[in-house]
């Protein structure tokens, strides 16, 4: 018998509000996060609206040392994980930590404090040759993101398999996709996983400026992004974390945990064609959630919503609109589908494990989050996107996607773990 | 889960070798690849020296238009992939391309790059930001690359372990293909030696300050004094047994069979670190005695506390001298998480020629109860290895390669 993983504990750290009750509070009322940005002065460059978090890491009892020590990114992990795991309630029953492990995902690691960092070495550019006596000891810490998985591991006690997937904008979902492996063959019983990123500085938004990615909506911050809407100009940075206790179906019921949801299927394929740009048939994207739906034993025709990756990018929209159809047929038309990065931009890694929670959440809820800003609709974008605002809908099963650099799509499909049928 | 995954290619990029004769010639005799520092002037850093790379020209190995937009990682794994498919003998079409898939380690990713592009950033402005930094310098880059250029449009992975996701990375693309994948080009790259790069190692506050490039890494010795960088890695081809015996592949260097990963308790805690369990758990994966394991290759951090820990968990497995235990990264530094790999690839070539690659340069502690290799290169029969790596903040991995008759 197949070991089954399902998910009872969440924590999200997002803009808009910490904790996972004031991030579902926001997507169902459909309000945005996105702003001016305001952790540094962002005056020069082309974009400058970005989704931040509001967040004071002492507020959440994180040290002196704690903070000096972790970049934004692992803060925010560290703070997410705490979520999750008290509401997991495995800090009641005890946890073996020879069988709990840690699988974190981030797409960029560190860019805020090697930012920082390099600036105070190289005195502020001047240097070529670097002078390493002004760097902090944590330096070596932000270049290897296996540091983030670290603090997560100290932070909830795990001591069996523990590491980084940085597989950039699908992190969010893969590393949770490995942690359900881990626990299916049998190398853990319980893993805390998800994903975290802080990608708004100033090395970020001058790269994306340089490809012309992001929003130029400077002017209208709080409707900058626009996911399928013909009025799109890019995608918006943001911020944030999720992370969740995964723990194996028959445990989960033994000690009476609440259970989300089940992880019932996952895949993940390449375009192997080029590092930013897409194939506009998204054949892989559209081979990923095959795959993963054929994993999880269900029909297209079993999905209640799907929770879009829905970048802002013509490109993207125009691709992944293209996948659902292949994928899913003439179901493609009547599964309502929502792009939450029109509310809390796109934090590139992490953001998969957001899109994550806010599936769980609408499970929960039988509330499917809205497409904000969509008021314009794209004629080539011909599928339900729920416009503007949230609907009730009986939701038992999502579908949600990630594409990223590098070619790279993952989908995921959850459940409710009593509604799976074979 | 009965089908055997197969190593039946291998390209490595390292300081002692480009390719796999020259990387072999050079490591069975323990030959010295650690020099000063070359790529950049070093002489005001503490630490002088590093395993580089000598007569990598990235456009004999890259399509021209790459070069621009790839860090030196980058360029280095596409160099070693080039090898390990030519290796393999599978050509684009040869295989069902979602059957094909990636997964490689990184530790900082496109240190280079970034650091020329922070300098444009901060020197002269946002607008001389290339457009390439948004894909070269994070950690995918290698994975996203090897992906295009050999036509995998399985999965693509990437873990970051520090120095122990080189195993991680393996492990992975052996689940690919238990899950259904024909074949996973898996492995881990670093290549830290620029000036931006230097200051992250020196910051980790565990580099060597030896001037003497035999004297400065010394594992095991009672001289230990910290670790040389190095830079490179390697690239494996894995295919699923039945794949690979149906396409008629040419060389079975031998088998991925056992794997363990685990975490150490929280500092300070007093408790036993985790690398003992990890081996535990790879020989249990493998189905295999301690007795059947014929040598170790350490990851041999080179400062006391790490090494000690590393011989204790050795000698609680094996025994007090119950096992040969060799370390050949003496003659490369750390490579990262290009490490591990280069050191599987060790391993099956061991079991290739019947030798044991020496830990050059090292006097074994009388601290530590360990039968190692060194000076010379041993003679031995090799049927299964253990690989080992660990990583900063309490990273414990361990793989079992085996040989294939």
């Known amino acids: 018998m197949a070991r089954r993983v399902v998910i009872t504990g969440v924590g999200v750290l997002a803009p808009g509000g910490t904790g996972t009750g004031a991030f579902w509070r926001m997507l169902s009322e459909g309000r945005t996060a996105t702003r001016e940005i305001t952790l540094f002065d962002a005056s020069g460059f082309r974009s400058r609206v970005a989704a931040e978090a509001d967040f004071d890491p002492r507020a959440h009892g994180l040290t002196p040392r704690e903070i000096c020590r972790m970049d934004r990114a692992a803060q925010f992990a560290v703070v997410a994980a705490r979520e999750a795991f008290a509401d997991s309630g495995l800090a009641l029953t005890g946890l073996d930590p020879h069988r709990t492990g840690v699988s974190l995902g981030t797409g960029v690691g560190a860019p805020g404090a090697l930012d920082r960092e390099y600036r105070a070495v190289s005195h502020d550019g001047r240097l070529d040759l670097v002078d390493h006596t002004y760097a902090s000891p944590g330096l070596y810490d932000h270049f290897v993101p296996s540091s983030f998985a670290a603090e997560v591991a100290w932070a909830v006690g795990a001591e069996g398999p523990v590491t980084t997937v940085s597989t950039g904008c699908t992190s969010g979902i893969d590393s949770v996709a490995h942690a359900a492996d881990l626990i299916r063959e049998g190398s853990a019983d319980v893993m805390v996983t998800g994903a975290t990123d802080a990608p708004i500085s100033p090395i970020t938004l001058a790269c994306f400026d340089a490809i012309k990615a992001t929003t130029t909506y400077n002017d209208q911050p709080g409707t900058a992004s626009r996911p399928f809407d013909a009025s799109r100009k890019g995608f918006v940075l943001g911020e944030g974390a999720a992370v969740f206790v995964l723990e194996e179906l028959t445990a989960a019921r033994r000690r009476g945990a609440h259970v989300y949801a089940e992880i019932a299927g996952h895949a993940a394929r390449s375009s192997a064609f080029h590092m930013t740009g897409l194939r506009p048939d998204g054949r892989e994207l559209a081979e990923a959630v095959t795959v993963a739906l054929d994993a999880a034993r269900l029909h297209p025709a079993d999905i209640d919503y799907v929770s879009a990756h829905g970048s802002g990018t013509r490109q993207n929209d125009l691709h992944e609109t293209a996948a659902y159809k292949l994928a899913l047929g003439e179901h493609a038309h009547r599964i309502p589908m929502s792009s939450i990065k029109s509310m809390i931009g796109h934090s590139l890694g992490s953001v998969g494990s957001m899109e994550i929670a806010a599936s769980v959440l609408a499970m929960k809820h039988h509330v499917v989050p809205p497409t904000a800003n969509l008021r314009t609709p794209d004629p080539e974008c011909d599928l339900d996107y729920v416009p503007l605002h949230a609907r009730e809908h009986r939701t038992d099963a999502v579908l949600t996607v990630g594409s990223g650099f590098g070619g790279f799509h993952s989908a995921m499909v959850l459940t409710r773990p009593d509604r799976r049928t074979a | ?405």
């Not at chain 2, 190593?7 to 010295?32: C, H, M, Q, Y």
């Open chain 2, 1 to 405: 889960m009965s089908a055997r995954t197969l190593v039946t290619g291998i390209g490595v990029a390292a300081p002692s070798g480009l390719g796999v004769e020259d990387f072999w010639a050079a490591t069975r005799v323990g030959k010295n690849a650690i020099g000063p520092v070359t790529r950049f002037d070093a002489s005001s850093y503490p630490s002088r020296l590093a395993g580089e790379i000598h007569g990598f020209d990235a456009r004999e190995h890259l399509p021209g238009r790459l070069v621009p937009q790839t860090d030196r990682v980058t360029q280095l794994a596409l160099a070693a992939a080039d090898h390990a498919f030519a290796d393999a003998g599978v050509a684009p079409g040869d295989i069902d391309p979602y059957g094909m898939g990636v997964v490689t380690a990184a530790g900082s990713g496109g240190v280079e790059f970034g650091g020329n592009e922070l300098r444009k950033l901060w020197g002269r402005g946002a607008k001389h930001v290339s457009a390439y930094q948004s894909f070269a310098w994070f950690h995918a880059a290698n994975s996203g690359q090897i992906s295009i250029r050999h036509g995998l449009s399985g999965p693509s992975g990437v873990v970051v372990s520090d120095h122990a996701g080189g195993l991680d990375a393996l492990a992975q693309a052996r689940r690919q293909i238990r899950a259904g994948g024909r074949l996973t080009a898996t492995g881990g790259f670093d290549a830290p030696v620029s000036p931006w790069g230097w200051a992250a190692q020196l910051a980790g506050g565990m580099m060597s300050a030896g001037a003497e490039p035999e004297r400065a890494y010394l594992p095991f010795d009672e001289d230990a004094a910290g670790y040389v960088a190095g830079e490179g890695g390697a690239l494996l081809v894995l295919e699923d047994e039945d794949s690979a015996r149906s396409r008629g592949a040419r060389t079975v260097y031998g088998e991925l069979a056992g794997y363990g990963a685990t975490f150490d308790p929280r500092p300070g805690s007093g408790r036993e670190p985790g690398l003992r369990r990890a081996i535990d758990t790879a020989l249990t994966d493998a189905g295999c005695h301690p007795a059947e394991v014929d040598v170790v290759f350490a990851d041999a951090a080179g400062t006391k506390r790490l090494d000690r820990e590393e011989a204790e968990a050795i000698t609680s497995v094996f025994g007090p001298r119950g096992v040969p235990v060799t370390a050949p990264k003496t003659t490369t530094g750390r490579l990262g998480a290009g490490a591990a790999p280069v050191d599987v690839v060790s391993a099956v070539l061991s079991m290739r020629e019947g030798l044991i690659p020496p830990t050059t340069n090292v006097e074994l502690s009388p601290a530590y109860d360990l039968d190692l290799v060194a000076v010379r290169p041993r003679t031995a029969s090799v049927r299964t290895a253990v690989v080992l790596a660990r990583g900063r903040g309490g990273f414990n991995s361990a793989v079992i390669v085996r040989a294939v008759d």
